[in-house]
């Protein structure tokens, strides 16, 4: 099992830049593909960026393609998501997810495929 928790969050002006951490403990970090997603309120939670176990290979929601960069740092059990000119529209609560094994290169986009998730963090962009 490994327990994941988010932090970074926080209130930003559109334009601007917050970079978002999930610490990661218990079994081996390089052992699981790693996720991002995110809920707004009264909507579902959706997928924003993944990262392959190797992290060799990404994955991004197109809404997000050459605004946010997905990273990890297996030394530090740690995965990052930096994310630059922030629109009011990504306002939601982000949470960080395990996978165990994905089957294929679709399984990064579904939260069904996570097997562990975090407590989530707010980011808030103001216009």
């Known amino acids: 099992q490994v327990r994941l928790v988010e932090s970074g969050g926080g209130l930003v002006q559109a334009g601007g830049s917050l970079r978002l951490t999930c610490a990661a403990s218990?079994?081996?970090?390089?052992?699981?593909?790693m996720g991002w997603f995110r809920q707004a309120p009264g909507k579902e939670r959706e997928f924003v960026a993944a990262?392959?176990?190797?992290?060799?290979?990404?994955y991004y929601a197109d809404s997000v393609k050459g605004r946010f960069t997905i990273s990890r740092d297996h030394a530090k059990n740690t995965m990052f998501l930096q994310m630059n000119s922030l629109k009011p529209e990504d306002t939601a609560i982000y949470y960080c997810?395990?996978?165990?094994?994905?089957?294929?290169?679709?399984?990064?986009?579904?939260?069904?495929?996570?097997?562990?998730w975090g407590q989530g963090t707010q980011v808030t962009v103001s216009s």
């Open positions: 997810a395990a996978m165990i094994a994905p089957n294929d290169n679709d399984s990064y986009y579904y939260k069904g495929s996570y097997d562990y």
């Open positions: 990262i392959s176990r190797s992290g060799v290979n990404t």
């Open positions: 218990g079994r081996t970090f390089s052992h699981y593909a």
